[in-house]
């Protein structure tokens, strides 16, 4: 009786522990993105309508290429790929029951592959690649928690001097994404003002309303931080984040001037304003600031951990 059921539980009992632990494992490394052991992190990505499953660190290289310029600083550029993986294990914690973690646009964070980086920088790449694969590996499995928790880890290109409140961008009040100074944005970069004009008929046109030869700009309301909340264009409100996006500007903090028939729109800034800025943060390098004092600033009452 005792050899009967010996050879039961190996033919019929040991197979199916087996076969589950592997599927288990399948399950945690391929649809949310963690191996069973943590040690190899991988991501799905969607590129070219395919799904490939990477390499987290591997992928961060492709990420921070792509993301910031390599010209950067080193402490600015390891700040964004702490950001920058943050982000993405907030992604892979979200997407578990998707078939991908993140695109590689900027719907989620822009990804190059090394043939795309070779095609950009041309001579320059093994400079360049090197100086992004020494920042991304000395900042190895770090990420950002608020209480505990992986923060969402926004990111934009330069700020209007300030950082945006993430309730008024993404709707969700959260203590580590509020409003911090970033005046020092403007003397980084030679794009921190920026112009564009329209005739006054495709300026109707983009907006979506009828032609008017009057011009009639009321009700504007900015938030905290300068950027506008909502503005009324002839009696038609606009959040001014939809007047952005309809305009293609590079912010919500712009101011209106209309010049017999012609509309210039001057912005300040360039993106969301939410979480860090990366020109910013390149300016606090250049004062010396390392990565973790950059993105504790940032993202205020954080703390960086390491899987």
Request: net charge neutral; aromatic share 12%; glycine share 4%.
């Amino acid at each position: 009786m005792k050899k009967i059921l010996v050879v039961l539980v190996s033919i019929i009992i040991v197979p199916l522990i087996i076969t589950n632990f592997f599927y288990e494992y399948d399950v945690k490394k391929y649809i949310s993105g963690f191996n069973s052991n943590k040690t190899e992190q991988t991501i799905r990505v969607l590129k070219d309508n395919n799904i490939e499953v990477l390499n987290l660190e591997d992928y961060l290289i492709g990420v921070v290429s792509s993301e910031v310029p390599a010209s950067f600083e080193e402490e600015a550029i390891k700040a964004q790929a702490v950001a920058a993986r943050t982000y993405a294990l907030k992604q892979i914690e979200n997407k578990k029951d998707l078939p991908y973690d993140v695109t590689d646009d900027t719907q989620t964070q822009v990804y190059q592959t090394d043939e795309e980086l070779k095609e950009k920088w041309k001579d320059n790449y093994d400079k360049y690649i090197n100086k992004i694969k020494k920042c991304v590996n000395e900042t190895k499995g770090e990420y950002v928690t608020y209480d505990n928790k992986i923060i969402y880890a926004f990111f934009f290109s330069t700020s209007n001097g300030k950082t945006e409140d993430n309730k008024n961008v993404f709707g969700q009040d959260l203590p580590y994404l509020k409003v911090v100074d970033s005046s020092f944005d403007e003397n980084e970069t030679n794009n921190f003002y920026s112009e564009k004009t329209f005739n006054l008929s495709d300026f109707y046109s983009k907006l979506g309303i009828e032609y008017n030869d009057n011009l009639n700009i009321t009700d504007e309301k900015r938030t905290e931080s300068g950027r506008v909340s909502s503005i009324k264009i002839n009696q038609v409100e606009f959040t001014g984040r939809n007047f952005q996006n309809k305009l293609s500007l590079r912010s919500n903090d712009f101011t209106i001037k209309k010049e017999n028939n012609t509309v210039k729109i001057t912005t300040k800034g360039f993106g969301h304003g939410v979480g860090l800025s990366q020109y910013g943060a390149n300016a606090l390098a250049k004062q010396n600031k390392n990565y973790k004092d950059i993105l504790k600033y940032y993202y205020q009452g954080t703390e960086i951990q390491k899987l």
